[in-house]
């Protein structure tokens, strides 16, 4: 028997840098009074070659987007869907650390894996299969799991995922018809 004295083990957690729960509060007020307020997202795409683009969001570094090889890209960025999840992701995030915050539950991971099953059959348009109608292009399925971690029970972070699901601007855009229009500029 050993009669060493043992270290304590202390462990050590760190939690997500946090949001203003005040400011997210007045915010959250503030479309109360005024659910029909909307924002609007602006973005301008230029094309570079080939399937490669950038596009500008604001005074942010462009974000590059490019078919893989065997689509006849250069592979040098992610692709459009893959962009698209990779926005998904975003704002399921987002909405996640609001609920969290707001139910004050503090966070010490959240890590989103998404998949899409998306086909192109009807090579962009490009005389592939032509036969296609639009709600048998894009993606046809998305899988979504949520790893999470917290100061709260299982049940309480399925809730939170759950609610920011429910209310995630992205994922309800992508699951619900919206007007589109596009047309020539002037």
Request: proline share 7%; charged share 20%; net charge negative.
């Amino acid at each position: 028997m050993s009669t060493a004295l043992q270290e304590p083990v202390t462990t050590i957690t760190t939690s997500l840098r946090p949001i203003d729960r005040e400011g997210l509060l007045a915010f959250a007020e503030k479309g109360r009074g005024n659910p029909a307020a909307r924002g609007t997202n602006k973005v301008r795409t230029v094309m570079e070659g080939q399937y490669r683009s950038l596009s500008y969001v604001g005074a942010h570094a462009p974000v590059v987007v490019d078919e893989p090889l065997h689509l006849f890209g250069q592979d040098t960025a992610p692709a459009p869907g893959e962009i698209v999840l990779s926005g998904l992701g975003g704002c399921l995030a987002v909405g996640i650390t609001a609920v969290a915050t707001w139910k004050q539950v503090t966070l010490s991971k959240i890590e989103i894996h998404m998949e899409g099953d998306i086909g192109n059959p009807a090579a962009w348009g490009a005389g592939g299969a032509l036969e296609k109608t639009p709600p048998q292009m894009g993606f046809q399925a998305i899988r979504v799991k949520v790893h999470i971690e917290g100061n709260a029970s299982r049940d309480v972070l399925d809730e939170i995922v759950q609610h920011a699901n429910m209310y995630s601007p992205v994922a309800n855009s992508m699951r619900n018809p919206i007007p589109f229009a596009i047309s020539l500029a002037d």
